[in-house]
């Protein structure tokens, strides 16, 4: 059986620094097939320097904006792009850690539970803390 395609939107705006981190994490930390992985980045027209370290990150598309309209906009230029199955948007300063089969597990239980349309991956165990 074929996996679903992922396309993994990064949404960035002059952090560089902090996105190379997120792209190499996100690819070393991830037990998902590559190909059916597509990697989209999203910036919201960086500066020159920025943008060229942006460009030379592994990436299937690059969605560059010709100027800077906000948080908002960026992610829907990202989502637009998009031709997966799923959507894993990440911000561009956040680092993958943990199990490396947690996109195969939650794009498992997206197949198979219909009325579940969005699964986080972090723990919360705040939520399961009783209120004082």
Request: hydrophobic content about 45%; aromatic content about 6%.
């Amino acid at each position: 059986m074929t996996l679903p395609l992922v396309s993994v939107i990064f949404i960035t705006y002059n952090r560089a620094h902090t996105l190379v981190a997120a792209v190499e994490t996100f690819l070393a930390m991830t037990d998902y097939p590559r190909d059916r992985l597509e990697i989209i980045i999203s910036d919201d027209a960086s500066d020159a320097r920025n943008g060229a370290i942006i460009r030379a990150l592994p990436h299937d598309k690059l969605v560059l904006a010709r100027r800077n309209s906000g948080l908002g906009a960026n992610c829907n230029r990202g989502l637009a792009a998009a031709t997966g199955d799923y959507i894993l948007q990440m911000q561009d300063d956040w680092i993958t850690v943990g199990d490396p089969t947690y996109l195969q597990t939650a794009v498992s239980v997206l197949n198979g539970n219909d009325d579940i349309g969005l699964v986080t991956f972090r723990p919360r165990p705040d939520l399961d803390a009783p209120v004082p």
